[in-house]
């Protein structure tokens, strides 16, 4: 609203340097907020504890290498193209909502070894594309994963039952 109120007036130079520096508060303010922590987190929720380490050298190398790229050729893009370079970003950023949205799959309400079992061989989850998987998608935790909670800690009562220590790991994924 405020760059469209300023663009009307007639003798608005100036202006448009507060307007730019407005909405780069804006930007950095919803950036900081929503997708710029999505490198650090997500990727600790995603990834089995056996590949922890790596996703996260993979997330932390990709962020960087991006940002570096991004860094490098704005000024150039601005400098040839002016405005319309970010309408690059623009198209980018809205092609990237359906990847989002059909590809990531949901960890709100999941416990890391929700997860786990989730992405598990065993799991009855056998694509990695998750655009039918309904347990994927949905905010709510889901019942398989109370179920499989359930029996984790039924083992766990058993095997104190029987008077054997057992501990919290149950499941080892081997790596190639």
């Given amino acids: 609203m405020v760059a469209i109120a300023v663009g009307l007036l007639a003798t608005a130079p100036q202006q448009w340097g ?21 490198p650090w987190i997500y990727q600790a929720e995603i990834n089995s504890m056996a590949m922890r380490v790596r996703g996260a050298a993979a997330a932390t190398s990709m962020n960087w290498l991006f940002g570096f790229v991004c860094t490098q050729f704005t000024s150039v893009g ?3 193209l002016g ?21 990531y799959p949901e960890t709100a309400n999941r416990t890391l070894e929700d997860l ?3 992405f598990d061989r065993d799991s009855g989850h056998s694509t990695i594309i998750r655009i039918g998987d309904k347990v994927a998608k949905q ?3 889901p019942q398989e994963a109370i179920d499989a909670e359930r029996r984790r800690i039924d083992m766990m009562n058993e095997s104190e039952v029987l ?11 081997a790596l190639s």
């Fill in 18 to 38: 507060a307007v730019a520096i407005t909405f780069l508060f804006f930007y950095y303010a919803a950036f900081g907020c929503t997708w710029g922590m999505v």
């Fill in 78 to 80: 601005i400098r040839n």
């Fill in 116 to 118: 786990d079992d989730y």
């Fill in 163 to 173: 008077g054997r220590k057992m501990s919290g790991t149950i499941h080892v994924e």
């Fill in 139 to 141: 905010h709510s935790r």
């Fill in 83 to 103: 405005y319309r370079f970010y309408i690059i970003f623009a198209v980018l950023n809205v092609a990237f909502l359906p990847v989002v949205y059909f590809l």
